[in-house]
């Protein structure tokens, strides 16, 4: 079975500044893929970045990037230069290459200020 | 493109009664599947289905019944509603063709509340 760690209950960070966000998960899978999803306040589920557990670079994609460090089971969400509409709440998910199912932490949320 | 899409939005359910949640995709998906969301939680899986009359249990299917009898609708059943069944419900699908690594889509949730 799998399990997606996300330590980090809230966070606030101010405009423009970068924030990381934690995300460890637990797996006896080789082959496996990590997601992020952000959830605003409106409800709906936006996929964000995808990372392989093979590929050999991080992922990026615009402000976010993925830093993953394969040893520790680490798939931590950088967001950078911070903005108002970042805030949200950001949701690890974790599905291993021979499995449909996509598990998920409890989340993270992000309170972004002016 | 519709994307997926769930109906209703919101629900008052009294204890025991039943009702049908929803799900239907436009994408051609193989893959659906139903979530939970309680505060602190994350998203728990309840059940999932990979083609038109295959479906299996999710994390916490108890109390909850699905069927597919086609590639675009899955909906969920609560048989006899319980408070512990408040909560948001969110759908999902993905393809499964070519075993990449895709992501789910999601609809826009259920908020359910049973009193």
């Known amino acids: 079975a799998q399990k997606i760690t996300q330590t980090q209950p809230g966070m606030f960070v101010q405009e423009k500044e970068a924030v990381t966000l934690d995300c460890t998960y637990d797996?006896?899978?080789?082959?496996?893929?990590l997601f992020w999803y952000k959830q605003p306040s409106s409800g709906e589920m936006i996929f964000l970045i995808y990372?392989?557990?093979?590929?050999?670079q991080n992922a990026t994609e615009g402000r976010y990037s993925l830093n993953f460090q394969k040893a520790r089971k680490s798939a931590n969400l950088v967001i950078s230069a911070s903005q108002l509409g970042d805030s949200a709440m950001y949701f690890c998910?974790?599905?291993?290459?021979?499995?449909?199912?996509?598990?998920f932490g409890a989340g993270t949320t992000v309170t972004v200020r002016a | 493109n519709a994307g997926v899409t769930q109906t209703p939005k919101f629900q008052v359910l009294k204890t025991g009664q039943s009702m049908t949640l929803q799900c239907a995709q436009d994408?051609?998906?193989?893959?659906m599947s139903w979530y939970r969301q309680d505060p602190g939680m994350g998203l728990r899986l309840i059940h999932y289905?990979?083609?038109?009359?295959?479906?299996d249990q999710g994390e916490v299917p108890n109390g909850y019944n699905v069927s597919r009898s086609t590639t675009e609708d899955f909906p969920l059943r609560l048989l006899s509603a319980a408070p512990s069944q408040t909560s948001v419900y969110f759908c999902?699908?993905?393809?499964?063709?070519?075993?990449?690594?895709?992501?789910?889509?999601f609809g826009p949730g259920t908020r359910l509340t049973v009193t």
């Open positions: 797996t006896s899978d080789p082959s496996y893929g």
């Open positions: 994408m051609n998906h193989e893959y």
């Open positions: 998910a974790m599905r291993a290459s021979n499995d449909y199912k996509l598990s």
């Open positions: 999902a699908s993905r393809q499964l063709r070519d075993r990449g690594p895709y992501e789910q889509y």
């Open positions: 289905s990979v083609g038109a009359g295959i479906t």
């Open positions: 990372q392989g557990s093979y590929d050999q």
